[in-house]
C-alpha cells in the first residue's frame, strides 16, 4: 500500500497545473509586461486620436402586403414556424429581394451622388465629390497603408494601371442596351457604400432594419432618409412598372380617341349649320356617315375613359407602402469609443506580455523535451 501510495503521489503533481508557478514566473518578468503593454497604451493612443468617428442611424419599416388574405396566413405560419417567404401571389414583390435592390450597383451610385451636408464644404456635396476633393486620409491609414497593406501597395506600384473603360460610339451599337460601366473611384466609393448601408429583413416579425454608417451625424442622417426614399422608389417602380404600362397604353389611346372625337363632332356641327340653308339629299348623307363615324367614335371615348380610370386605380392599389416605424433620428453620440480602443489595445499588449514571458520560461522545457525524445532510425 505505502509503495502504490508514493508512486501515484509524483504522477498527480505532474498531471497538475502549478498557478504559483505561473504567477512567479509574470512577477518576475513584470518588467517586459510592463513595456509591452506601455507599448501598446501609446499605440491604442494613437489609433484612438486618429481614428476616424462613426455615427450609426437605424430605421425601421414595415412592408404593406397587397393581399390582405395572404398577409394573415404569412402571419400564421410564421407562428407555427414555417416560413412562406413573406411573399403574396400575383405581382407582389418579396420583401426578401429588398436587400438585393440596397446591395445593386444603381441604387449605390445613386447614394453615392447625393447631395449632402458636411462639416468641410460651404454647400451639398455628394460622397464622390467629398471623397475626392475634401477627405483627407489619416495617420492611422498611412500607417495601415505602409504595415499590413505594404505589399498591396508595392504589387500595385508595380502593376500598371489600366485606364477605365469607354464605350464606343456610333454604328449599329448605338440602339442596343448599354452596360454600366463604373470606374476605379467610383468602385471604391460602392464597396465602402456596401459596408456602411445594409438592410436586414426579419423573416418571423415581418419588418426591415436599415442601418446606416457615417463620418458625420448630419450627413448619416441625410443618407438613410436618402437611401430610405430610393427604397421605396424603387419597390414602386418594381411594383407597379406592369400597371404603369397599361396605363401609359390607355392614356396614349385615350388622347387619340378623344382628339377624333372632337373632330368628329366640330364636322357634324358645320354639316348641320350648312344643311340648314341647303337641305340637299348629299348634305343628309354626309351627315349621316358623319353621325355614325362620331357615334362609334363617343362609344369608344367613354369606353376609353372608364378604362383610363380604371388603369389610374390600379397604379395606386399595386403601389406598395413602407410604414416607418422607427424613424431616421440625427445622432449625438458616435458610435466607436476612443476609450473602448485604447482598452482593447492595453488588454491586447497586457496579453502578448504575458505570453512572451511565458514563452520564455517554458521554451527550455520544450527544447528538453525535443533533444530527450528518442530519434527514428
Partial sequence: MDENRTYNTPVEEDEGLDIMALVRSLWEGRKTVIIV????IALGLVAALTMKRTYTVSSTMVPQMKSRSSS????????????????NTGSELSPLIYPQIVSSVPFRRELMYTPL?????????????????????TVMSY???????????????IRKEKPDPVLGVGGAADSLPKPIMITKDEERLIKAIAQNVTLAVDKKEGYLTLTVNGSEPLQTAELAMKAQQLLQDEITRFRTEKAEDNLN????????VKKETESLQAQLATIRDRSQDMPTTRA???????????GVSSAIYTELAKQLEQAKMQVKMDTPMLTVIQPVTVPRQPSNSRAKT???WTFLGFILGCGIVLGKGYLPKVKEMLKGSPQNP
Fill in 342 to 344: 485604447l482598452i482593447v
Fill in 37 to 40: 503593454t506601455a507599448i501598446f
Fill in 72 to 87: 394573415s396566413l404569412s402571419s400564421l405560419a410564421s407562428l407555427a414556424g414555417i416560413d412562406l417567404g413573406m411573399s
Fill in 249 to 256: 397604353y390607355v392614356q396614349a389611346r385615350y388622347d387619340e
Fill in 143 to 157: 500607417i495601415l497603408k505602409y504595415t499590413v497593406g505594404l505589399p498591396g501597395t508595392l504589387l500595385g506600384m
Fill in 284 to 294: 343628309r348623307i354626309e351627315q349621316e356617315r358623319i353621325q355614325s363615324k362620331y
Fill in 117 to 137: 451636408h458636411y462639416e468641410k464644404a460651404d454647400t451639398m456635396v455628394s460622397m464622390y465629390t467629398y471623397a475626392k476633393e475634401y477627405n483627407k486620409p
